[in-house]
């Protein structure tokens, strides 16, 4: 079989393969990201190449359902061989899809295989790579790609017993609120319990949140993270939360919407004190396919793109956090549509920048919007660059696929004379690496 996927891939001249090669092997900072942390702990293998890649994909799970794929070969009772062989069969039609390209990148970088994954080539890969994966495990999937520094993602009550130095890698906590915010009372009350006291006003709820904070902090944890749809509009005052939150069962959508926005803006303070960066990730619906939510449960691929954060709902929220109130703040938007007034956003108030093309626009041509849309309203050369957001191990491929769009985007200014070569190879490296790692003090 011949081979593709050169080393030129998305490369599109000299400058930028120059460019590239100055970057394509720093470490890896994975800042956010949904790997299983007891994994890496006990240094996890694999049966095969159907668990690596499809026990928990939602990404290859979403494709193979628009293929038409039944469900038994995504999250049914098909053993993960016939799940590949399946997969394998749908990867022909993703012309252009991101999916494409981290197949073979994983194919070629972590197994040696140069050659089209398709329903023929399907039983010679799958032998093929389970030869190779006799000898792979989740640490030396770490030290392939040099990965110096995992982000989990963490819910408050975790007990977080597997964090800590593995090998070369550090893998640290992320401080995920979002079910304390829903304020279920059988959440309430599993929290209260960590914690030692009852959960019953909004006073607790904060006094909670900021002890187990400085728990995370001491097992290494240096971001917070938040997923919501769309920015508080109303915000309670301290009297008017307990009010609401003592009748939270009847409240009106804008009684809710206030009490979240209490919380939220004191969360935030929270993190400013103790010195906490925080992710936002917004304009997102989650599991709008009740029935298959019902079978599959969360995370399974049927959450969409929400509406656009509204630039007046992002600016009320922001003003009512002063410069020494806010913490750093890094903002995600599922819908790029926001990009431009987002990336404004960040030069009317410090300690905000853009993030990452954020899940379904982590695409190759999301990712050079992104990075064109930052360049031009922001300041590209702070930016934080790649992250997986990912729950599997080989998808540090992704980093390879950014750090080509990086490279071609600067190496275009500067073939057509429009920026300094020099700065162009300092700015990567800074977006790659270098500002992240210096960010999070590592």
């Not at 394998?88 to 197994?111: C, D, K, R």
């Not at 626009?361 to 999301?366: K, L, P, R, S, W």
């Not at 934080?384 to 200014?413: K, N, P, V, W």
Request: glycine letters at 6%.
């Amino acid at each position: 079989m011949r081979k593709f996927f050169g080393k030129k891939l998305l490369l599109g001249g000299d400058c930028a393969e120059e460019i590239y090669g100055e970057i394509k092997d720093l470490p890896i900072i994975d800042y956010h990201c949904h790997l299983d942390q007891k994994k890496i702990a006990e240094n996890a293998t694999f049966s095969d190449i159907g668990e690596l890649w499809l026990a928990g994909d939602h990404y290859k799970w979403r494709a193979m359902r628009l293929c038409g794929v039944d469900e038994k070969y995504i999250t049914g009772e098909a053993d993960f061989k016939e799940k590949f062989q399946k997969y394998a069969e749908i990867v022909p039609l993703l012309a252009g899809n991101p999916l494409y390209y981290w197949t073979h990148m994983e194919l070629s970088q972590v197994f040696g295989i140069d050659c089209p994954l398709n329903g023929k080539s399907a039983a010679e890969v799958y032998a093929a790579a389970n030869e190779k994966l006799k000898k792979i495990s989740v640490g030396t999937l770490l030290s392939q790609y040099k990965v110096e520094y995992v982000a989990t993602t963490d819910d408050p009550a975790d007990d977080l017993s597997y964090h800590g130095k593995y090998a070369n890698t550090q893998v640290s906590p992320t401080f995920r609120p979002d079910k304390l915010l829903s304020l279920d009372d059988d959440y309430l009350e599993k929290l209260g319990k960590v914690v030692g006291y009852p959960l019953d006003s909004v006073k607790a709820i904060l006094r909670a949140a900021e002890e187990r904070l400085i728990y995370f902090k001491e097992h290494g944890c240096k971001i917070s993270d938040h997923g919501f749809c769309r920015f508080p509009t109303h915000f309670a005052a301290a009297s008017e939360a307990e009010l609401f939150f003592g009748k939270r069962k009847s409240l009106s959508a804008a009684q809710k919407d206030a009490l979240f926005g209490y919380l939220l803006v004191e969360l935030m303070k929270i993190y400013a004190k103790h010195s906490v960066m925080v992710q936002l990730h917004f304009s997102v619906t989650r599991n709008v396919n009740a029935q298959m939510f019902k079978k599959v449960g969360v995370d399974a691929g049927f959450d969409v793109i929400a509406s656009a954060a509204k630039p007046e709902e992002m600016i009320a929220f922001f003003s009512r956090l002063s410069d020494e109130e806010r913490p750093e703040t890094i903002l995600y938007t599922l819908n790029d549509s926001d990009l431009a007034s987002m990336c404004c956003l960040t030069g009317a108030y410090r300690k905000l920048r853009a993030g990452a093309a954020w899940w379904f626009n982590d695409t190759v041509e999301g990712i050079r919007k992104n990075l064109k849309i930052i360049s031009e309203y922001s300041v590209l050369g702070t930016n934080f660059g790649m992250l997986t957001d990912s729950r599997s191990f080989s998808s540090y491929a992704r980093f390879d696929f950014f750090r080509r769009i990086l490279a071609d985007h600067l190496g275009e200014l500067v073939e057509k004379g429009e920026y300094d070569f020099d700065a162009a190879k300092e700015v990567a490296k800074k977006v790659s690496y270098y500002n992240i790692k210096g960010a999070l003090q590592l």
